[in-house]
C-alpha cells in the first residue's frame, strides 16, 4: 500500500487527467454491469429489476432453441472474421502508399479517408439505396444504359455478403489506416536511409523494414478486434439491407434477430442474455488469442 501510495503521490498530474475517462467509464460501463441479471430473469415491468422471477439459464436457452440460432451465429463470425481480414490489408497497404505521398497532398488524403467513418450508418444505407434503388438507383440506371436487365438487390440476397464488406471497408478503413500511418511516421528514418544505400526498392523496404516494424500495432490491432467477434454491427446490417425480409438469410446477424425479437415480443430478458452471452465469448476470443500470440512472440501480446 506504501508502494502504491509513493507511486500515486509521483504521478498525481496524470491521474488527475485520467480521472474524468475513469468517470465516464464507472458510469458507462461498470455501473450498467448491475443489470446483467435481468438475462437469468423472468423480467416484468411492474416488478422490477430485482424484483422479477428468477429463471436460471431459460433465456439462453430460449435463445438458441430458434431455428435462426446456427444462421445468426455463423453470419456474425464470419462476416466480423472477413471485416477484421480486408480492413487490417486495406489499411496496412494504404498507410504505406500515404507515408510515400508529399506532406503537402498527404492531409487532404488523410481527410478524404477518415471522412466516412464520422458519417451515422443511417445516412450511409441512404447513400447504398441511391446506389441500389430498383427504379432509380445509380447502378441499375448504369445497366440499362449499357442495355442490361435491373437488379433488385433488396431482393436477392446473394451478392449482399461483397456489397456489405465493400461498404464497411469504405467507412471503417480510415481510421485504421491513420493509426498504422501513425506507426509509420515513429519508425526511425534511419532504416530506410540504410536501405536506400544499399539499393533496396520501394517494394522492399515496405516488406522487409515497414511491415515487420508494424507487426506488434498489426498484432494488437487484431487481437481486439477478435473480442468483437461475437458482437456484430448494428448499424451496417440493419440499415444497408434496409431491413429487408428477403436477405435475412445472408444479412441478418445476432444483434439485428434480437432487434427484432424485441421489438415484435418484448423479450428485454433474453436481449439481456444475448448481450451477455456475446461479452462472454469476446473476452474468451481475447484471452484466447492474447495466449497464443504471447506463446508465439511474449513481446507481441497485450500482456
Known sequence: MRRELHHFRNNRELFVLSLPGIVYKLIFAYLPMVGLIIAFKNYRYDLGMFGSKWVGLENFRYLFSTDAAWRITRNTVLYNAAYILTTAAAALLLAILLNEVKAKWSKYYQTALFLPYFLSWVLVGYVAYAFLNHSDGFINRTLEAFGMEP??????????????????????????????????????????????????????????????????????????????MFRGDFGLHYFIPNNSGFLYGSTDIIDTYVYRALREVGNVSMSAATGFYQSVVGFILVLLANGIVRKINPDHSLW
Open 151 to 228: 437488379i433488385s438487390w433488396y431482393q436477392n440476397a446473394g451478392p449482399w455478403p461483397v456489397i456489405l464488406i465493400l461498404v464497411q471497408l469504405w467507412k471503417a478503413v480510415g481510421f485504421n489506416t491513420l493509426i498504422y500511418f501513425a506507426g509509420i511516421i515513429g519508425i526511425n528514418g534511419e532504416y530506410y536511409e540504410a536501405a536506400k544505400i544499399d539499393g533496396a526498392t520501394k517494394r522492399q523496404m515496405a516488406m522487409k523494414i515497414t511491415i515487420p516494424l508494424l507487426a506488434p500495432l498489426v498484432i494488437i490491432m487484431l487481437i481486439l478486434s477478435i473480442g468483437n
